[in-house]
């Protein structure tokens, strides 16, 4: 009795045993996943940050070989005049597949450039599309980023379309001063780049195993003065 008392007793001690170690692994399995789903995270992030650098180099690229080769480069911005009228979105649209956006002027300095480079490169238009609007709230004008912007140069009475006119003109012959207008109106517009230094070291970066002929003469491109 005191025999078979002493092997139940066994049974059941090795039974718990078997138990604690098998939730014992079970949370050594779950912790070991839990860390893979956090090295995959990782993994995932540092992935999607290498394409993300990769497509801003692509689009630097694309820039300098459509807006900047093709346009006029005028204090570290690269200016491209439109080929046909758009409408406000269709024009910024077709800026975003040339690698840039929109003109939008920041002083009056770039409000000359661009009557200068209008004046040559869209002779006989007195107004096109500057990436300035304010369809998501009446009055807040922010640039086609959707940032607000400091610098306004309104005509006088302007704006004035209410809710009706969002998109703002730049007019020759209100010497550079703006309008509001409505977006699905087709204008000519001007399509820009700004490179930045910070653009620049990037791709300086990436140059070292480049020949050095071929390092000046990407660092000439890339500068737009
Ligand atoms: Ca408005």
Redesign the pocket.
């Known amino acids: 009795m005191a025999k078979s008392g002493l092997v139940v007793c066994l049974l059941v001690i090795s039974l718990l045993l078997d138990q604690a170690s098998s939730h014992s692994s079970r949370l050594k399995s779950r912790k070991h996943s839990k860390r893979r789903v956090k090295e995959k995270d990782g993994d995932l992030k540092s992935q999607v940050e290498k394409l993300w650098r990769e497509v801003n180099a692509l689009k630097e690229m694309q820039a300098l070989q459509t807006v900047c080769l093709r346009g006029t480069k005028v204090h570290r911005k690269c200016y491209l005049a439109s080929e046909g009228l758009k409408h406000f979105h269709e024009a910024n649209e077709d800026c975003i597949s040339k690698g840039g956006t929109l003109v939008v002027p920041r002083n009056s300095d770039e409000i000359n450039a661009l009557r200068d480079y209008a004046k040559r490169s869209l002779p006989g238009v007195n107004d096109f599309w500057v990436g300035i609007n304010?369809m998501a709230t009446?009055g807040k004008f922010l640039d086609v980023n959707g940032m607000a912007v400091s610098f306004l140069n309104w005509d006088r009475a302007q704006?004035n379309?209410?809710?009706r006119?969002?998109c703002v003109l730049f007019s020759q012959s209100a010497q550079g001063k703006w309008s509001?207008e409505i977006c699905r109106t087709s204008k000519k517009y001007i399509s820009f780049r700004e490179f930045l230094s910070q653009i620049k070291q990037q791709q300086q970066e990436k140059l070292p195993q480049t020949p050095q002929k071929q390092k000046l003469k990407l660092m000439k491109l890339y500068t737009c003065q």
């Open positions: 304010d009446e704006p379309g209410g809710k006119e969002n509001d």
